[in-house]
């Protein structure tokens, strides 16, 4: 009987032994190695035996655990009952040197043998082999009830895995598998997958980036969840076959990216799906280059941006399928085919209503469409019709515009470089919407004559860049309204290098930014509009002629009160302008005058500049770089300057003989910065009466003014911030004469003073 009741024992024993199923750690390199890192909190309890289970020690994150040979095994376990990792940022995971293959159940860093099939918490075995690019192999992962994160990126980058484990599991939830093989680059075929009810996010991401990713399983879902197969083949790029997907019960963005950067998937998917839901095939397809015929499109029920992107970058795509829905959302049709570069011909888009951004870039940069399909549709919505063929290079006519009624942006840069386009819509509308004409026909080079523009009601910046570079444009508009709105004009015929003559500009009410860079890089324009508005708004007229190199001629500027940067740069690199226009001005704003005639190479004399109360860098580069201007104003006669206020004025101006008289002796920061700098021809400075300074307040001031005998000055302390390293008398002529105060001159090294120069107490 005890003989009986032993043999019974030892027979339990055994089996208790067989049944315990280990996660294991076999080396298939010498001097192969693992240990642990654990991520925030986290501390499971985690053992191993290297002698198949006889002897267990403790893995923790100072221990390194060798395999010396091949061969060699390390047998793992522990006990977490309540789960390995604890969530997203408290996670722990393995590291590993040399070959690895992996096998047993992953379940025995749970109940120590193995044979749980449960998985007791949320992200259990969250990243548990991140980045272990000596992985060969996979354990066993058997439990058939998964939970949220469990198995998200948990063999993330691991390039030398080559098989994926079996995935039983048929109860799922969210980001279980998110990830979960994203990066195995050697990863050829994906396990079955056999759920039939999903959970959001479940394979989201789950194969990205297997770049040799060969053979998908099949897809048995018809409920779908929102996000369930979001990118999930994204960047698979040796796949040439997708599964088939025959769900009709969509959710949001269940199919988004899906198959993006697939680059030799020649087929698409049957999708039979009649009612979509929002983002559902957003970028589905989106650079899928050897895909060159698409499924039908049965849907008439869409969803806001359901059909996003579906088929961007697919260069090879010719044909397109009909869309049969008469009722649109937001965003549906956004970017749908946008650079399909072998599409010829478009669906037709019988809609006459239509809604936020429907059609936006739907064909941008299909440069091989040469025909645009008609748009009836008279009810606009916000962005319908935004950059719908930018650069659609091959398209030669428009088609007609039905709306009088406007919206926000509604054909903002809708031909943008359309290079062929000569033949463009009418434009009724006389009451315009913001950004509603912004860009429209900008780059389109071929086009010589723009349509009619009646409005007399503007909006912000409602002709922004609407022919800009139209480099055929000979002839502009006219431009009837009196009342002006923010940037409504904002470079609308910035470098149409053609155009030689400017509309009327009636307005007399302007607004911020209004006619800023209007006609920048107009070359062939000779004489500019009348300009009789007397008050004026910030920024209004900032460069609105720069670099029109053929203008002789400067409007007259009567405005005698200025707003912020409202001249600035507006003749700036005007070469053949040679003079400037009277500037009666007296209450200026910063930056007012910054740069205005900067780089005009013909302009000869400067203006009176008569104010008396200056703003910070109001005259900042105001005549810089005007190598003939041999005539300053006779003189500026602020008392009291204000920072940056004169700052390179006239640096570069290379034939000025004589400065203006600076009568100022109240400084402030960097006043008098590069004032004259480089300008080689003047013999004499003015008199700087000012006895107290301000920091770097004669910085540069006549740097590098080889001709200058003479400079005088008063002020009293010496100061290394302001002029220690004297950088505005250096390059100045080696012979002159620094005429200072007794109380300056005493006790100086002569190393302060240029070499050469005579120091005199005034």
Not at 299 to 319: D, H, P, V, W
Not at 680 to 702: G, I, N, R, V, W
Not at 715 to 737: A, R
């Amino acid at each position: 009987m005890i003989k009986k009741l032993l043999i019974l024992l030892l027979l339990c024993a055994t089996s208790a032994l067989h049944a315990a199923n280990h996660l294991t750690f076999t080396a298939e390199a010498d001097s192969s190695s693992f240990g642990i890192i654990n991520k925030g909190s986290n501390n499971p309890n985690v053992q191993y035996s290297l002698d198949k289970g006889k002897l267990w020690m403790t893995l923790d994150t100072n221990t390194v655990v060798t395999l010396a040979k091949k061969g060699d095994k390390a047998m793992l376990k522990g006990m977490n009952p309540n789960g390995f990792s604890k969530e997203d940022s408290i996670y722990s995971r393995f590291v590993m040197t040399g070959r690895i293959a992996a096998s047993g159940s992953v379940m025995s860093l749970i109940d120590g043998s193995g044979e749980s099939l449960v998985i007791p918490r949320e992200y259990c075995f969250y990243r548990l082999f991140e980045e272990c690019v000596s992985l060969a192999q996979a354990p066993q992962l058997p439990a058939h009830t998964l939970r949220r994160g469990c198995y998200k990126e948990m063999f993330i980058e691991c390039t030398s895995l080559t098989y994926a484990p079996k995935l039983p599991a048929q109860t799922l939830e969210k980001n279980c598998y998110a990830g979960m093989f994203k990066g195995c680059t050697s990863l050829t075929k994906a396990p079955k997958l056999p759920a039939t009810t999903l959970a959001r996010e479940c394979y989201r991401s789950m194969f990205s980036g297997c770049i040799f990713l060969k053979h998908v399983p099949k897809l048995p879902a018809t409920e779908l969840s929102e996000e369930c197969y979001e990118e999930m083949f994204y960047g698979c790029i040796d796949l040439k076959q997708a599964p088939k997907l025959s769900s009709t019960n969509l959710s949001k963005g269940c199919y988004s990216a899906m198959f993006s950067g697939c680059i030799y998937l020649k087929k698409a998917p049957q999708l039979p799906a009649t009612t979509l839901a929002r983002d559902c095939y957003k970028e589905m397809f989106y650079e899928c280059d050897r895909l060159t015929e698409v499924p039908e499109l049965p849907a008439t029920i869409l969803e806001e941006s359901c059909y996003e992107a579906m088929f961007k970058g697919c260069s090879r795509l010719k044909k397109v399928p009909k869309l049969p829905a008469t009722t649109l959302a937001k965003g549906c049709y956004a970017g749908m085919f946008s650079k399909c570069s072998s599409l010829t011909q478009a669906p037709e888009l019988p809609v006459s209503q239509l809604a936020d951004s429907c059609y936006a870039g739907m064909f941008s940069w299909c440069t091989r469409l040469t025909q645009a399909p008609q748009l009836p549709a008279t009810t606009l919505e916000k962005g319908c019709y935004g950059d719908m063929f930018n650069g659609c290079t091959s398209l030669t006519q428009a088609p007609k515009l039905s709306a009088t009624t406007l919206t926000d942006g509604c054909y903002a840069r809708m031909f943008m470089d359309c290079e062929r386009l000569t033949e463009v819509p009418e434009l009724p509308a006389t009451t315009l919407a913001e950004d509603c004409y912004r860009g429209m026909f900008n780059g389109c080079k071929s086009l010589a004559k723009a349509p009619i523009l009646p409005a007399t009601t503007l909006a912000r910046e409602c002709y922004r860049s609407m022919f800009g570079r139209c480099e055929s444009l000979t002839e502009a508009p006219q431009l009837p309204a009196t009342t002006l709105a923010r940037e409504c004009y904002r470079s609308m015929f910035g470098r149409c290098e053609s155009l030689t003559e400017a509309p009327q500009l009636p307005a007399t009410q302007l607004a911020d930014n209004c006619y800023e860079g209007m006609f920048s890089g107009c070359t062939n324009l000779t004489q500019a509009p009348k300009l009789p508005a007397l008050t004026l708004a910030n920024g209004c007229y900032a460069g609105m002629f720069s670099r029109c190199t053929n203008l002789t001629q400067a409007p007259q500027l009567p405005a005698t009160s200025l707003k912020y940067g409202c001249y600035e740069y507006m003749f700036s690199e005007c070469t053949n302008l040679t003079q400037a226009p009277q500037l009666p001005a007296t209450q200026l704003e910063k930056n007012c005058y910054a740069c205005m005639f900067i780089g005009c190479t013909n302009l000869t004399q400067a203006p009176e500049l008569p104010a008396t109360q200056l703003a910070v860098w109001c005259y900042y580069c105001m005549f810089s770089n005007c190598p003939n201007l041999t005539q300053a104003p006779e003189l500026l006669p602020a008392t009291e300057l204000a920072n940056g206020c004169y700052a390179h004025m006239f640096s570069g101006c290379t034939s000025l003989k004589q400065a203006p008289r600076l009568p100022a002796i109240k400084m402030a920061i960097q006043c008098y910065k590069g004032m004259f700098m480089e300008c080689t021809s003047l013999t004499q400075a003015p008199e700087l009466p000012a006895t107290k300074l301000a920091d770097d307040c004669y910085d540069y001031m006549f740097h590098y003014c080889h001709s200058l005998a003479e400079i005088k000055v008063k002020f009293k302390t010496w100061s290394h911030d302001y002029y220690g390293n004297l950088y505005w008398l250096e390059g100045v002529s080696p012979t002159g004469t620094f005429i200072c105060p007794a109380e300056l001159s005493k006790g100086r090294k002569s190393s302060k003073i240029p070499e050469g120069w005579k120091v005199i107490e005034n």
